[in-house]
């Protein structure tokens, strides 16, 4: 079982839908959470860090449910410039400072 | 804003070939990591450092050795390069992992 795991899409969607990804990570022990973006053929970036109290970042929501081991985006009023792969991001409490990736989940906005 | 600099961003290199993909960050961060990207396979950790002359292997290290001379510099040396490790490799560094990484735009290399 994959540690981080994430569905792939791509999901399809119109400018100003609301899109949700979800996460799950296997290990119990992990302690810090990130949402990365990544443009195609460029470097992962920094999205937003999740919390457990649920953050939001103008129109983007992370929430976490550690009882569940599941992570969550939500994108409001997508814009065309929110096709991207977002990438789940960990990091296991007994593994220092390695963050553990998923595969991404491909979004593509439409016009 | 950290910087995260790769040398290059396109490599061709032939088969055998001793290949040297160098990464420098200008925040005197001490964590720095090398990941190769490979596509429906995401991002594997090949060595990470957490201090100068201090490395350690991560998840898919054969092949591959690195150097880390400098706090600033840290190098993915691929000893005789193979065509299997055509792929991106991006270069990241950390203050704290609770502050997530900030990684460079990636060395896209290709062995023929």
């Known amino acids: 079982r994959k540690e981080v795991e994430q569905d792939p899409g791509p999901f399809n969607v119109p400018e100003g839908a609301t899109v949700a990804f979800n996460c799950t990570y296997s290990?119990?022990?992990?302690?810090?959470f990130f949402w990365y973006r990544q443009d195609c053929r460029k470097e992962p970036k920094l999205l937003m860090s999740?919390?457990?109290s649920g953050n939001e970042d103008g129109r983007f929501t992370a929430q976490l449910n550690r009882a569940s081991q599941y992570i969550s985006l939500l994108i409001r009023d997508s814009k065309l410039s929110d096709s991207a792969t977002y990438l789940c991001?960990?990091?296991?409490?007994?593994?220092?400072?390695?963050?553990?990736f998923g595969q991404g989940t491909e979004l593509s906005v439409k016009p | 804003d950290v910087k995260v600099t790769q040398s290059s961003r396109y490599l061709v290199k032939r088969t055998g070939e001793k290949v040297f993909l160098e990464c420098v960050q200008d925040?005197?961060?001490?964590?720095m990591f090398w990941y190769r990207q490979d596509p429906g396979l995401g991002l594997r950790l090949i060595y990470f450092s957490y201090d100068v002359k201090m490395k350690e292997k991560g998840d898919i290290p054969e092949g591959y050795s690195v150097s880390r001379e400098k706090k600033e510099r840290f190098s993915l040396i691929l000893e005789s390069a193979s065509t299997n490790q055509t792929s991106m490799y991006l270069c990241a560094s950390s203050l704290l992992v609770l502050y997530g990484y900030t990684f460079g735009s990636g060395t896209r290399l290709t062995v023929v």
């Open positions: 999740v919390y457990s």
């Open positions: 991001v960990v990091n296991i409490h007994n593994q220092g400072g390695k963050l553990i």
């Open positions: 290990n119990s022990a992990s302690q810090s």
């Open positions: 925040m005197d961060h001490e964590n």
